[in-house]
């Protein structure tokens, strides 16, 4: 059994999701987002890293996996998307956790079979897939479904002949 982390980086909304995964079968555990508004940019950055930490101090994850930051149209808000990231991977990492990076499609792919699928269908797959009650708010289920697309990831190396291991990993 491992837990994992799945962190939908935003600087307005992050979004996070805590499963656990054996073999190919994954458990809800947790899921929400952290609403940060009306802060200072730097202040918002730090709310990130400490809510951050607060989780992994309250669910001990084995490893983190992170949505990777698409490119935006605004320069300015890719900016400050990639500075919400760096946030929340410090605590991460300051916690000695292995993370993970998946892009937007690779994710969408794991979870709804489509990489371009729409917020909507991750939503409802997640619902499906984790036997939620009712469908998480956006943020929270694109968090799931990268932490889902880890776990997929992870038990499909693990299944290949060579053993493989996990190799997607950030450098710390």
Do not use: W
């Amino acid at each position: 059994m491992i837990r994992i982390l799945g962190i939908d980086p935003g600087s307005q909304v992050t979004g996070y999701g805590i499963i656990d995964s054996e073999a190919n079968h994954a458990r809800h555990v947790d899921h929400g987002h952290l609403r940060i508004e009306g802060e200072e940019f730097p202040a918002k950055l730090r709310h990130i890293f400490e809510q951050i930490t607060a989780l992994i101090s309250r669910y001990t994850p084995d490893e983190v996996a992170i949505e990777k930051v698409f490119m935006h149209r605004n320069a300015d808000s890719a900016l400050k998307l990639g500075q919400a990231r760096g946030a929340a991977m410090t605590a991460c990492i300051l916690k000695d956790l292995a993370i993970y990076e998946y892009t937007p499609n690779e994710v969408k792919q794991a979870t709804v079979g489509r990489g371009h699928a729409a917020k909507e269908q991750v939503q409802h797959m997640i619902k499906v897939l984790l036997c939620l009650p009712g469908k998480p708010q956006a943020d929270a289920a694109d968090a799931l479904a990268v932490a889902l697309c880890h776990a997929h990831y992870r038990e499909g190396l693990r299944r290949m002949p060579a053993g493989g291991g996990v190799r997607r990993r950030a450098r710390r």
